[in-house]
């Protein structure tokens, strides 16, 4: 079991700057993928962005804008993920998520974090 604990959502205006971080309860050998989705009222689920293996990837609207940075502390099992975000828009408002897929230590398997919220409004 992998838990994830997400911090850092709030209310930000329209072209300023919001940093998330998660938290997950394993280091990156046991991680395959790491990322940030997020999903607004009515929408579906969209990637943000995602690390895969030293490779970074990030949803159309979210390029040149966000950028996200991992670490990880061995000894003791944790490593983070880190979404900073610049320039955000009315339509960045939604719910963030923290995602992360296990590695064949752990079969693979898909684990969410609880969600925060970011909301763009003068």
């Known amino acids: 079991q992998v838990q994830l604990v997400e911090s850092g959502g709030g209310l930000v205006e329209p072209g300023g700057s919001l940093r998330l971080s998660c938290t997950a309860s394993v280091n990156l050998l046991k991680i395959g993928i790491m990322g940030w989705y997020r999903q607004a009222p009515g929408k579906e689920r969209e990637l943000v962005a995602e690390w895969t293996n030293g490779r970074k990837d990030f949803g159309d609207f979210a390029k040149g804008r966000f950028s996200i940075s991992i670490d990880d502390a061995r000894d003791n099992a944790k490593s983070w993920i880190n979404l900073e975000m610049r320039d955000l828009k009315p339509e960045d408002t939604a719910l963030y998520y923290c995602?992360?897929?296990?590695?064949?230590?752990?079969?693979?398997?898909?684990?969410w974090g609880q969600g925060t919220q970011v909301t763009v409004s003068s």
């Open positions: 995602f992360v897929r296990g590695s064949r230590q752990l079969r693979g398997r898909d684990f």
